[in-house]
């Protein structure tokens, strides 16, 4: 009631003052999340947060997941998007009403993650990736002396004990994925402590190793205590942890119009059209062998010997290079990233490849393209190589997914939009589905267009479709885990590799479908356009307008057109 109250009259002095009312209802709620979850608005490891900002005020708090505290926020949520809902009822400006709806739909996906999906109840990742990812930003963001960061260190390691031993308190049971996946990151976690420790050693002279090694040693301890509440609680299948809630993340945190039966025969279909390509194609290039042996023969000659990250940061050069020739523009090229093994903390659970955004747009802040080239609990010669040769054979692709005209790139134009309610919001779905589509560039503009790149082009188009079926198909019964397995098969994993991929999916419904949906959409807006804009004109239309959902972009294209046809004033 007393939140209610407080933002009623808040308005009222707003109107009062003839500044819109919804901008500062927004900073007040994007405020709010970042006190209460500073770590993870600083982060897109949690795609259900916003980037809230005055996180980077925070660099020396913790979040918190006590059980007590949550329901407050849960309360405090519903609040703010039981308001948003109120403005928009009274709203008539079309850019101010996508405003508001970007942030319900904000709020709506919290309260999903936090309310329907309760992961902070059965998921010990959320806990340790909280944890180091908090601990790295401590040690790595921008700092205005050593001091500085030494303090927000020492905070930070603090709060390491307190915040693991809310993960024993909440989590009785865990499926099995979390629970393979927690054990090889509390290892991690082992190892980063220890090579924390081993940068400042004890007898360094200004002292600092002296006042860290006890936080270090601390913060070991809580991590044992947390392995070994793993090891007594109950280990369940991961179906039963499937909530029912993909209908709920698409139309309330994506605001997708587009009902399950169509995106599933979407995926359904791009299947079929990208199977029968590379059917085709290797009928062309080698009759007698299959496409998945043609795919995994394939090394690219030029490439061979290349050190794995020298070729990634010469394949970012030479990308942008090519779109700065078609139209993007040079100072959104040229932000820097940076290509670098995926940090010790979190090889277990991010992907080999992997990007991770500046926070701020601070130039001494870096972005990061994260490669992990020795996967973890491997160390056979055969499994590096068979790794790298994935990385070689599929560089042009994931350097274009991940950083020029993928993720960096679009990272880059959102965090120096203007508008502060787009500039703090991102959305998986478009999110993903831009660097779904920006994959689609390198074969429409010529970049790629050798056949075996080609087939390795039709091959990851392929899982992307494989992969919304796997996510829709079994949240709704359209498919079973057998015919699962068959589709991730098929696109060349092991039957093992491909449960894995499966039992993941599962715990976190609404999520692999946005790359092939995105995608998509992205080529029906382009398709609808015509020849209103031109490609660079048409890009920087969607990516200047924020990661809005598709029905609201083409509510924006409608007004444009309206626009742009109307007759000038003589």
């Given amino acids: 009631m007393l939140l209610t109250f407080f933002l009623a009259v808040s308005c009222l002095i707003l109107l009062m003052l003839n500044i819109k009312p919804h901008i500062r209802l927004a900073e007040r709620y994007f ?204 280990v369940e299948p991961d179906e039963r942890f499937a909530t029912e809630t993909l209908n709920e993340t698409l139309h309330y945190h994506f605001l997708n119009q587009r009902n399950i039966d169509e995106i599933f025969d979407m995926a359904a279909d791009e299947w079929k059209e990208n199977l029968a390509c590379l059917d085709d194609l290797k009928s062309k290039l080698e009759p007698s062998t299959s496409w998945q042996e043609l795919y995994h023969s394939y090394l690219p000659g030029e490439i061979k010997n290349k050190n794995t990250l020298t070729l990634y940061r010469a394949e970012i050069d030479r990308l942008r290079d090519f779109f700065g020739c078609r139209g993007l523009r040079p100072t959104d090229l040229s932000s820097p990233v940076e290509v670098a093994e995926t940090p010790l903390y979190l090889q277990s659970v991010r992907g080999a490849a992997s990007f991770a955004a500046a926070f701020t747009d601070d130039p001494h802040e870096k972005s990061f393209f994260y490669i992990t080239t020795r996967l973890p609990g491997s160390h056979t010669r055969k499994t590096e190589l068979l790794l790298k040769k994935r990385f070689h054979r599929e560089y042009k692709m994931l350097t274009a997914h991940e950083t020029i005209p993928g993720h960096h790139f679009l990272d880059t134009i959102r965090r120096r939009l203007k508008n502060p309610i787009r500039r703090q919001i991102e959305s998986p779905l478009f999110y993903e589905g831009w660097a779904s589509y920006s994959e689609t560039l390198l074969v429409e503009l010529g970049y790629v267009h050798r056949p075996l790149d080609l087939l390795v082009d039709y091959k990851r188009r392929l899982w992307r479709s494989a992969r919304c079926q796997v996510d829709v198909g079994l949240a709704t019964g359209k498919i079973s885990t057998t015919d699962a397995l068959n589709l991730l098969e098929t696109c060349g994993f092991s039957t093992e590799e491909a449960r894995r991929q499966i039992d993941r999916f599962r715990l976190n419904p609404g999520y692999q479908l946005c790359y092939s949906l995105g995608s998509h959409e992205f080529g029906e807006l382009k398709a609808l356009c015509g020849g209103l804009m031109s490609d660079s004109d048409f890009h920087a239309f969607l990516l200047e307008g924020g990661e809005l959902p598709f029905h609201l972009i083409r509510e924006r294209l409608n007004n444009y057109s309206a626009n742009y046809s109307a007759p000038k004033d003589t």
Avoid at 49 to 68: I, K
Avoid at 90 to 103: A, S
Avoid at 112 to 131: G, M, S
Avoid at 154 to 164: D, E, K, N, Q, V
Wanted: charged fraction near 25%.
């Fill in 31 to 234: 405020r709010y999340l970042a006190t209460r979850f500073p770590v993870m608005c600083a982060s897109d490891e949690f795609h259900f947060l916003p980037r809230a900002e005055a996180a980077a005020e925070y660099y020396s708090c913790m979040d918190e997941l006590d059980s007590m505290g949550l329901n407050i926020i849960i309360t405090d949520l519903t609040l703010y998007r039981d308001e948003f809902s109120r403005f928009i009822a009274r709203c008539d400006n079309l850019e101010d009403r996508i405003d508001l709806e970007l942030l319900k739909a904000n709020a709506s996906g919290i309260l999903i993650e936090l309310e329907l999906k309760r992961t902070w109840q059965h998921n010990p990742l959320l806990y340790l990736k909280i944890a180091f990812i908090g601990l790295d930003h401590a040690l790595n963001k921008p700092a205005a002396s050593s001091a500085e960061c030494m303090d927000r260190i020492l905070s930070r390691l603090a709060a390491i004990p307190g915040l693991l031993q809310q993960s024993v308190d909440n989590i009785r049971v865990v499926p099995q994925t979390y629970h393979d996946a927690a054990r090889s990151m509390l290892m991690d976690c082992r190892r980063y402590i220890d090579h924390i420790g081993k940068t400042w050693p004890k007898d360094d002279p200004k002292l600092a190793g002296r006042m860290l090694y006890p936080y270090l040693e601390r913060a070991g301890s809580a991590l044992k205590a947390m392995a070994n509440h793993l090891n007594r609680i109950s």
